[in-house]
């Protein structure tokens, strides 16, 4: 069986737009094998794909060539016969050509030509298609004519999939149990709140909207509860969150941010009730565990990073100044998100609920 490695990406919601890629080569007969870093190993623990996760404990933007040259010996030895690199940096490329691996295959990149046997054109972002099939494309790439399976990706679903094992959601179910144990809460419904997203505040819905939406979950109905969660650097909003939900209320709220894993999170979300979050990559784990879902677009483009799920609704304003693509609102009101109001959020939570009861597709997302 022909055996393929992985160089994954650094970002979760990347990698969570990568596993259609590697289904695709896993239904071409491939053994699929992943090197990732720490942070997004979890990702591709869940997938069914994946045959075993190897740690590439690297450091962001750091060379560290005796570290890559270290782990080059190690893959060398499991005698792979291609590798599939998804970043597009030049020392993403040093493992697998270091290690000797035939083929190398990826984008074109940082002048890494030379470290590639197959390459596609890097498209400009403004050219370039949805991520997911950014990454589906390296698919029919391998040149060796033992491989000559071709997959027409106008005709392939690329919506990835995240599995949990049913011990791991007993362990989520009994971990939120233990939070509202006091409360006398039995078979509550968690509503997931992520308030958090990489490369700025311009990604971010204001704490006091995801707080008004909290509120209105909470009042809904007294089987509601609403989790919060994060990174260690959503502890700050998480907890303005938090305070911002009246007292009769905030003891069916919980904030997590900063206090579970990825892992975790993953279980958590898959047996949510719904999923709150602007474009992050726990939107992505949220389309990829097929809840309910609402994804809140401001100053970057939902063509590019939807959350792939039927039962997502994305929403975005479509302002005449957005997407932006800025870490900071350059006009200074944010309005692209601000006047996404908590109604509306909660709404379209609704909606995506009882679609997803119905087990139908959402209608048209908000725009």
């Given at each position: 069986?022909?055996r393929?490695?992985?160089?994954?990406?650094?970002w979760i919601?990347?990698?969570v737009?990568?596993l259609?890629?590697?289904d695709?080569?896993?239904?071409?007969?491939?053994?699929?094998?992943?090197l990732?870093?720490?942070?997004?190993?979890?990702?591709?623990?869940?997938?069914?794909?994946?045959?075993?996760?190897?740690?590439?404990n690297?450091?962001?933007g750091?060379?560290?060539?005796?570290?890559?040259?270290?782990?080059?010996?190690?893959?060398?030895?499991?005698?792979?016969?291609?590798?599939?690199?998804?970043p597009?940096?030049?020392?993403?490329?040093?493992?697998p050509?270091?290690a000797n691996?035939?083929?190398?295959?990826?984008?074109?990149?940082?002048?890494?030509?030379p470290?590639?046997t197959?390459?596609?054109p890097?498209?400009?972002k403004?050219?370039r298609?949805?991520?997911v099939?950014?990454?589906?494309?390296?698919?029919?790439l391998?040149?060796?004519p033992?491989?000559?399976i071709?997959?027409d990706?106008e005709?392939?679903?690329?919506?990835?999939?995240?599995?949990?094992?049913?011990?791991?959601?007993l362990?989520?179910?009994?971990?939120?149990?233990n939070?509202?144990l006091?409360q006398?809460?039995?078979?509550?419904?968690v509503?997931?709140?992520?308030?958090?997203a990489?490369?700025?505040?311009?990604?971010?819905?204001?704490?006091?909207?995801?707080?008004?939406?909290?509120?209105?979950?909470?009042?809904?109905?007294?089987?509601?509860?609403?989790?919060?969660?994060g990174?260690?650097?959503?502890?700050?909003?998480?907890?303005?969150?938090q305070?911002?939900i009246p007292?009769?209320?905030?003891?069916r709220s919980?904030?997590?941010?900063g206090?579970?894993?990825?892992?975790s999170?993953i279980?958590i979300?898959?047996?949510?009730?719904?999923l709150?979050?602007?474009?992050?990559?726990?939107m992505?784990?949220?389309?990829?565990?097929?809840?309910?879902?609402?994804a809140?677009?401001?100053?970057?483009d939902?063509?590019h990073t939807p959350?792939?799920?039927?039962?997502?609704?994305?929403?975005?304003?479509?302002?005449?100044?957005?997407?932006?693509?800025?870490?900071?609102?350059?006009l200074?009101?944010?309005?692209?998100l601000?006047q996404i109001?908590?109604?509306?959020?909660?709404?379209?939570?609704?909606?995506?609920i009882?679609q997803r009861?119905?087990?139908?597709?959402?209608?048209t997302?908000?725009?």
């Open positions: 069986m022909s393929t490695l992985i160089v994954a990406p650094n919601g990347d990698a737009m990568s259609p890629l590697l695709i080569l896993q239904e071409k007969g491939w053994t699929i094998d992943v990732a870093t720490p942070w997004v190993r979890p990702v591709y623990e869940s997938s069914l794909a994946v045959s075993d996760v190897l740690d590439a690297l450091m962001h750091q060379m560290q060539l005796n570290t890559r040259w270290s782990l080059a010996k190690i893959i060398k030895l499991r005698n792979y016969d291609r590798c599939v690199i998804l597009n940096s030049f020392k993403s490329a040093l493992i050509w270091f691996i035939p083929e190398r295959i990826a984008y074109i990149g940082e002048l890494r030509s470290l590639l197959a390459t596609l890097n498209p400009t403004k050219n298609p949805a991520m099939k950014h990454y589906a494309q390296l698919a029919n391998s040149p060796a033992r491989e000559p071709k997959v990706l005709k392939v679903q690329l919506l990835p999939k995240l599995y949990v094992q049913p011990e791991r959601q362990q989520a179910r009994q971990f939120l149990e939070l509202w006091k006398n809460i039995t078979a509550p419904k509503h997931i709140l992520a308030p958090g990489e490369f700025g505040n311009a990604k971010q819905w204001p704490s006091a909207h995801f707080a008004r939406l909290a509120t209105l979950l909470l009042k809904s109905d007294p089987a509601h509860v609403t989790v919060i969660i990174s260690n650097k959503d502890r700050e909003i998480g907890a303005e969150i305070a911002f007292d009769h209320l905030r003891m919980y904030q997590l941010c206090t579970i894993t990825l892992e999170a279980a979300i898959s047996i949510a009730t719904s709150a979050s602007n474009d992050s990559g726990i992505h784990i949220g389309a990829a565990l097929g809840v309910s879902q609402i809140l677009f401001g100053s970057s939902p063509k959350p792939l799920s039927p039962f997502a609704k994305i929403l975005y304003l479509g302002l005449d100044c957005s997407p932006c693509h800025q870490r900071k609102c350059p200074g009101h944010l309005n692209c601000r109001t908590p109604d509306i959020a909660f709404e379209a939570i609704l909606d995506a009882s009861n119905l087990n139908a597709p959402p209608s997302p908000v725009s």
